[in-house]
Nanobody, 123 residues
């Protein structure tokens, strides 16, 4: 069983930056591919970015060049650096873990989820 705890969300103006963190426990962190997804009110969940066990990355087109996913296996921590934020990035952001080796590209490829951290971008 994997437990995931996110932090780092908040309110930021458009064009600003935030860094989300996700601390994992309950399993060997380096054995899991990881990812971030988001859900805005009234919208479907969207996979934002993912990273394989060895560090290869996937990004949804809307965040390419603005967001960067990384992991620190020594600290059991996943990060999402979000730059040049836009109002449409406003959502609850969730950390997720997968038993896959490669970077997941679909929501149903994840096995564990955190409780989420809210990101609000004002215009």
């Amino acid at each position: 069983q994997v437990q995931l705890v996110e932090s780092g969300g908040g309110l930021v103006q458009a064009g600003g930056s935030l860094r989300l963190s996700c601390v994992a426990s309950g399993s060997i962190f380096s054995d899991n591919a990881m990812g971030w997804y988001r859900q805005a009110p009234g919208k479907e969940r969207e996979l934002v970015a993912s990273i394989s066990r060895l560090g290869s990355k996937y990004y949804v087109d809307s965040v390419k060049g603005r967001f960067s996913i990384s992991r620190d296996n020594a600290k059991n921590t996943l990060y999402l650096q979000m730059n040049r934020l836009k109002p449409e990035d406003t959502a609850m952001y969730y950390c997720a873990a997968s038993k896959l080796r490669r970077a997941p590209t679909m929501m149903n490829e994840f096995d564990y989820w955190g409780q989420g951290t809210q990101v609000t971008v004002s215009s």
